[in-house]
């Protein structure tokens, strides 16, 4: 019987790095014509050895194209990783197809590119249309970029993602107001609101480290999520995760699949994977994932990973339960797999109880989910659910 399976795929190239990103990627000016068909070779390579494996099924839900900024490969490079795709793996009906994309390279040719690989979603890492706020995060773009990147893509495609990013050093009000507000006046389909997060080995964690910028206070970061709820929550978009948004029918599936604790595959260097309640993650240099794939030796299951670890039954239970509190949609306690909604209850049920006392849990019945003011508080909730 076939079940919902996503396909993540990473391109690990950029024009620079971001200061704030720990994401696996490289800077495209390290890359070889060569070098980038070669790897699409060995992404072939990899989903051509995943498909055989039979380890779920092979019907894809969403495909996924991120990085990294995928675009700087060439569309024709991309339309030959569609073709992989759909070569080896079955598309469900109205399979969800994303890719990424960046400001600094979205054209009309790049976009007939995309749209003849396939594309049916696209989204698009604007962070910021304020040139300081830019500057900080170390994008490659400017804030005009990003404005036309985004109005050429609302009036191109019908089903848009645009990303923004808060909780800046320095941050202010006015500065997330004018950004979120320049997103609504586009009314893209889904957006997605990050706060900024400090992460260790990134230029932005040296730069809090020296004293060079200030990481935005609680207060602030407190008041810029009310604001952004309160000004959301009477729009027709549904805040369906905690830090997306979408318009009706319009959620991420692929995201979904991740919330809902689904199984993906995950195929390219520093991609990570689930599958048969393994988890790996790949190799992380591209260009030794490239000769890994082009020697062949695909004895091991996922014959790119430099971890792979067993989902022991518990870790899978916390991982369900925190996963699906992310959403909107809750978590049923009657559906967990691998406890049974008494044993929930028993575990967790005084402490519950208190959180709804508090407003930051609602019930309904056998479901439970966290209240707005619940998801602001989210990483301190979820540690209830921790061994
Ligand atoms: S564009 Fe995205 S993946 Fe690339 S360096 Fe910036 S944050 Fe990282």
């Known amino acids: 019987m076939s079940r919902n399976i996503g396909l993540y795929i990473h391109i690990p190239i950029c024009r620079s790095k971001c200061y704030y990103c720990d994401f696996s990627s490289y800077p495209l000016n390290r890359f070889t014509e060569k070098d980038l068909d070669l790897y699409v070779l060995a992404l072939e390579y990899e989903l051509k050895h995943l498909a055989s494996l039979g380890l779920a099924s092979t019907e894809l839900t969403s495909v996924y194209i991120g990085g990294g900024t995928p675009a700087l490969i060439d569309p024709a490079r991309l339309v030959l990783i569609m073709e992989s795709v759909v070569r080896y793996f079955t598309l469900a009906n109205s399979c969800e197809l994303t890719i990424e994309l960046n400001p600094s390279n979205c054209t009309p040719n790049l976009l007939r590119g ?168 790949n190799s992380s240099d591209p260009w030794f994932y490239t000769e890994l794939m082009r020697k062949g030796k695909f004895t091991a299951k996922f014959p790119a990973a430099e971890e792979v670890e067993r989902i022991s039954k518990e870790q899978q239970v916390i991982g369900q339960i925190i996963l699906a509190l992310r959403t909107n949609r809750g978590l049923n306690t009657e559906r967990i797999v691998g406890i049974s909604a008494a044993e929930f209850w028993r575990r967790y049920g005084q402490k519950i109880t208190e959180y709804c006392a508090m407003g930051l849990m609602w019930r309904n019945q056998q479901i439970v989910g966290l209240t707005e003011t619940g998801m602001a508080l989210s990483n301190r909730i979820f540690l209830t659910f921790m061994p």
């Open 114 to 281: 995309l749209q003849k690989a396939g594309f049916n979603r696209y989204s698009l890492g604007v962070q910021s249309f304020n040139d300081p706020a830019l500057l900080q995060l170390g994008r490659a773009h400017t804030g005009e970029e990003a404005r036309a990147a985004a109005q050429f893509l609302r009036q191109e495609v019908s089903n848009l993602s645009l990303d923004l990013i808060y909780g800046l050093p320095n941050d202010s009000l006015a500065r997330w107001q004018a950004d979120l507000e320049e997103v609504l006046v586009l009314q893209p389909d889904h957006i997605s609101l990050y706060s900024l997060q400090v992460e260790e080995g990134t230029p932005l964690a040296r730069q809090v480290a020296a004293g060079l910028v200030e990481q935005v206070d609680d207060d602030l970061q407190a008041s810029l999520w009310e604001w952004t709820c309160d000004r959301l929550y009477p729009t027709d978009y549904e805040h369906y995760e905690i830090s997306n948004w979408a318009l009706p029918g319009k959620e991420s599936r692929h995201n979904l699949g991740y919330w809902l604790y689904t199984p993906y595959y995950g195929v390219g260097a520093g991609a990570a994977g689930f599958l048969g309640g393994q988890r790996y993650r």
